[in-house]
């Protein structure tokens, strides 16, 4: 019995740090290109308690200020404000492995976000 709990309590040591490894929180980059056709770095910030910052060409200034909502592998997305906002909420499957977080449109009405093909490939900044 006193192996049986001291396993349950390692497992519960562990199971955060598994977890954390899994989780959209912290800074993400991608690479996209802009209007004219030149390759920026979009930096895409998400927080703890559901909020995001999207700053284009990373260079300090936010263009974009938000909220998500992460329900499983679904992720509601709202812009608040900013010069780039776009007040539509949208709909993406979140799958997030290492360093890797890809978001793959499932409905979002805001024209360019998510590119063409839907879908955003973003690495660990």
């Known amino acids: 019995m006193k192996n049986l709990l001291r ?3 390692l497992s519960m040591l ?3 740090v598994g977890l954390m490894g899994q989780s959209v929180v912290g800074d993400w980059q991608m690479t996209a290109s ?3 056709g030149n390759q920026m770095t979009i930096q895409v910030s998400m927080t703890a308690n559901g909020t995001y910052t999207v700053d284009f060409g990373v260079d ?3 263009e974009v200020n938000g909220n998500y909502k992460l329900e499983g592998s679904k992720m509601t997305i709202k812009d608040s404000s900013g010069p780039q906002a776009c007040p539509q ?3 993406y499957t979140v799958e997030v492995s ?3 977080l890809k978001m ?3 409905s ?4 360019g976000r998510g590119g063409p093909e839907g879908v955003m490939a973003f690495t660990k900044a």
């Open 34 to 36: 802009d209007p004219d």
């Open 14 to 16: 562990c199971l955060p």
């Open 108 to 111: 979002d009405p805001c024209e």
């Open 60 to 62: 300090g200034s936010i």
């Open 7 to 9: 396993l349950f309590s």
């Open 98 to 100: 290492g360093n890797s």
């Open 104 to 106: 793959i449109r499932v």
């Open 89 to 91: 909420e949208a709909v």
